[in-house]
Protein backbone atom coordinates (compact mmCIF):
# COMPACT_ATOMS: atom_id res chain seq x y z
CA UNK A 1 0.00 0.00 0.00
CA UNK A 2 1.76 3.17 -1.54
CA UNK A 3 0.54 6.38 1.48
CA UNK A 4 2.22 8.74 -1.19
CA UNK A 5 -1.16 9.91 -2.26
CA UNK A 6 -3.21 9.40 0.86
CA UNK A 7 -4.79 12.89 1.91
CA UNK A 8 -4.74 11.15 5.71
CA UNK A 9 -2.06 13.54 7.70
CA UNK A 10 -0.64 10.94 10.49
CA UNK A 11 -1.15 12.61 14.47
CA UNK A 12 2.12 13.71 15.62
CA UNK A 13 2.20 14.80 19.06
CA UNK A 14 3.63 18.30 20.00
CA UNK A 15 6.62 17.82 22.47
CA UNK A 16 7.67 20.80 24.13
CA UNK A 17 11.18 21.53 24.84
CA UNK A 18 10.52 21.53 28.67
CA UNK A 19 8.09 18.50 29.11
CA UNK A 20 10.31 17.07 31.61
CA UNK A 21 10.09 20.30 34.18
CA UNK A 22 6.39 19.52 34.52
CA UNK A 23 6.68 16.60 36.61
CA UNK A 24 9.39 16.22 39.41
CA UNK A 25 9.83 12.21 38.49
CA UNK A 26 11.45 13.43 34.87
CA UNK A 27 12.98 16.23 36.10
CA UNK A 28 15.52 14.34 38.45
CA UNK A 29 15.21 11.60 36.30
CA UNK A 30 16.99 14.15 33.49
CA UNK A 31 19.00 16.01 35.86
CA UNK A 32 20.40 12.49 37.11
CA UNK A 33 21.11 11.60 33.35
CA UNK A 34 22.62 14.89 32.97
CA UNK A 35 25.32 14.75 35.65
CA UNK A 36 26.54 11.51 33.66
CA UNK A 37 28.24 14.24 30.93
CA UNK A 38 30.70 15.38 33.96
CA UNK A 39 31.43 11.79 34.79
CA UNK A 40 32.42 11.07 31.45
CA UNK A 41 34.22 14.27 31.06
CA UNK A 42 36.09 13.12 34.15
CA UNK A 43 36.79 10.31 32.74
CA UNK A 44 38.40 11.46 29.93
CA UNK A 45 40.41 13.99 32.04
CA UNK A 46 41.47 10.79 34.08
CA UNK A 47 42.77 8.85 30.89
CA UNK A 48 44.29 11.79 29.40
CA UNK A 49 46.50 11.98 32.19
CA UNK A 50 47.55 7.90 31.92
CA UNK A 51 48.02 8.78 28.36
CA UNK A 52 50.44 11.44 29.93
CA UNK A 53 52.22 9.33 32.46
CA UNK A 54 52.94 7.04 30.08
CA UNK A 55 54.75 9.68 27.72
CA UNK A 56 57.39 10.29 30.62
CA UNK A 57 57.17 12.27 33.60
CA UNK A 58 58.01 16.27 31.93
CA UNK A 59 54.15 15.33 30.45
CA UNK A 60 53.10 13.84 33.21
CA UNK A 61 54.06 17.06 35.12
CA UNK A 62 52.44 19.38 33.04
CA UNK A 63 49.26 17.51 32.47
CA UNK A 64 49.71 18.25 36.95
CA UNK A 65 49.77 22.05 36.19
CA UNK A 66 46.79 22.05 34.04
CA UNK A 67 44.89 20.83 36.71
CA UNK A 68 45.52 23.41 38.63
CA UNK A 69 44.38 26.26 36.62
CA UNK A 70 40.91 27.80 38.19
CA UNK A 71 38.81 26.29 35.63
CA UNK A 72 40.46 22.93 35.75
CA UNK A 73 39.34 23.60 39.73
CA UNK A 74 35.62 24.47 39.40
CA UNK A 75 35.47 21.72 36.85
CA UNK A 76 36.42 19.48 38.96
CA UNK A 77 34.13 20.65 41.96
CA UNK A 78 31.20 20.46 40.00
CA UNK A 79 32.03 16.90 38.62
CA UNK A 80 32.58 16.01 42.26
CA UNK A 81 28.90 17.62 43.13
CA UNK A 82 27.44 15.68 40.01
CA UNK A 83 28.97 12.58 41.24
CA UNK A 84 27.94 12.36 44.45
CA UNK A 85 24.33 13.13 43.19
CA UNK A 86 24.86 10.59 40.22
CA UNK A 87 25.84 8.59 43.04
CA UNK A 88 23.05 9.44 46.12
CA UNK A 89 20.20 8.90 43.10
CA UNK A 90 21.48 5.49 41.93
CA UNK A 91 22.18 4.34 45.46
CA UNK A 92 18.18 4.86 46.16
CA UNK A 93 17.20 3.55 42.19
CA UNK A 94 19.34 0.17 43.01
CA UNK A 95 16.53 -1.53 45.02
CA UNK A 96 14.03 -1.20 42.43
CA UNK A 97 16.54 -2.33 39.65
CA UNK A 98 17.60 -5.36 41.10
CA UNK A 99 15.24 -6.83 43.30
CA UNK A 100 16.19 -9.29 46.09
CA UNK A 101 14.17 -12.06 47.52
CA UNK A 102 14.89 -14.17 50.79
CA UNK A 103 12.96 -17.04 50.55
CA UNK A 104 9.51 -15.98 49.28
CA UNK A 105 10.09 -12.36 50.73
CA UNK A 106 11.19 -9.22 48.97
CA UNK A 107 14.27 -7.51 51.17
CA UNK A 108 13.13 -4.22 52.25
CA UNK A 109 14.82 -1.16 50.14
CA UNK A 110 16.66 0.89 53.39
CA UNK A 111 18.39 -2.42 54.34
CA UNK A 112 19.95 -2.29 50.41
CA UNK A 113 20.78 1.45 49.96
CA UNK A 114 22.31 1.33 53.82
CA UNK A 115 24.37 -1.35 52.58
CA UNK A 116 25.69 0.43 49.72
CA UNK A 117 26.54 3.58 51.26
CA UNK A 118 28.65 1.16 53.85
CA UNK A 119 30.46 -0.49 51.14
CA UNK A 120 31.07 3.25 49.62
CA UNK A 121 32.40 3.72 52.97
CA UNK A 122 34.81 0.97 53.39
CA UNK A 123 36.17 1.11 49.68
CA UNK A 124 36.67 5.02 50.13
CA UNK A 125 38.68 4.36 53.65
CA UNK A 126 40.65 1.62 51.97
CA UNK A 127 41.97 4.04 49.06
CA UNK A 128 42.91 6.74 51.62
CA UNK A 129 44.81 4.35 53.67
CA UNK A 130 46.53 3.42 50.66
CA UNK A 131 47.59 6.58 49.06
CA UNK A 132 48.29 7.85 52.45
Not at 80 to 89: E, G, I, V
Not at 94 to 119: C, N, S, T
Amino acid sequence: MNNTNSKRKPYVREMKKDWWLKNAFYTGYMIREGTSIFVSIYAVVLMWGLLRLVQGQEAFNGWLESLQSPIAILFHVIALAACLFHAKTWFALAPKAMRIFRGEDLVPEKPIVIAQYVALAVVSLLVLIIVA
